[in-house]
């Protein structure tokens, strides 16, 4: 089992000195993964729901804060600063920008990196951030992303890459370094949804959920366990082994302290030490290999704290 958490890309602790400092600390406590997420502009009225709350409420909004760093940039950022722990997207909305541009950062920095660049993906969910970057239609946004990441696997190992599809096409072109890693980048689709799950089995390398999403809750082994069943019959009907299909799973619940959950009693993931390794191990026996959790905070001195205490206290239990 391996463990990652987020990178600041907003707030008090978005600045280069505490970036810098959080990516080594990761580094050097063992965690696998260092994630950044995704938001290019964020508009000032937001009518879309937000997946993962359960009123819909996007987080941000009711703070009004607005601040968000470039995910692609602070990837290449943070790559320049660490020398072995791997870089998550987690997760970049695949339509927000050109596939030929993205293919071609995705492998620069995969090439600077020494090849430790995972590319997670998504759909997105704000139409109105869709509208403000001027995208194709935000109701097109599965067929635009399942055709992006052909579009990139095509740049990334073909010498002659060509496509003509609905929304990118090209021909005669160089797309030139590939990616270090072959054939390419890991690609780990994120969702939870039945479309997230056709694509992870049509096009990912592995399966990347966030447990708390309310339509699709799998926030307990017996949920999770259901939604992984689900995930391999849908690549048996498609002719593809579910063994090649990895699981990575992002824990946001994750906390020192015990929590209820919403059927009562403990919520997984929450409590003590030894609570929480028991419930990563039943995991793992469904097959779960990578867990992002969450250890985030304003306060720089207790994120980093709580970095340390969950690699000093429960992954050694979990044998990560």
Known sequence: MQ??????????????????????????????????????????????AYPYSETGEFPWSAGGDRDCMEQFTLLAWIAAVTSRIRLLTSVAVIPHRNPLFMAKSIATTDQLSGGRVTLGCGAGWMREEFEALGLPPFEARGRVTNEYLEAMKILWTEDDPRYDGEFVEFADIGAEPKPLQKPHPPIWIGGESGPAIRRAVALGDAWYPFGSNPAFRM????????????????????????????????????????????????????????????????FAEVGLQVMMVNVTSNDLNAMLDRMEAFAREVMPLVGS
Request: proline share 5%.
């Open 219 to 282: 926030d307990r082994l017996e949920t999770y366990r259901e939604r992984v069943a689900l995930l391999h019959r849908t690549a048996e009907a498609a002719g593809r082994d579910p063994a090649g299909i990895g699981l990575a799973y992002n824990c946001a619940f994750h906390n020192e302290q015990e929590q209820s959950g919403l059927e009562g009693g403990r919520q997984s993931f929450t409590g003590q030490p030894e609570q929480r390794a028991d419930d990563i191990r039943a």
């Open 3 to 48: 463990f990652g958490l987020s990178a600041p890309f907003r707030g008090p602790l978005a600045t280069a000195r505490n970036i810098r400092l959080i990516a080594e600390k990761a580094e050097q406590l063992g965690y696998g993964y260092l994630t950044v997420s995704d938001h290019i502009v964020v508009p000032n009225a937001i009518a879309s």
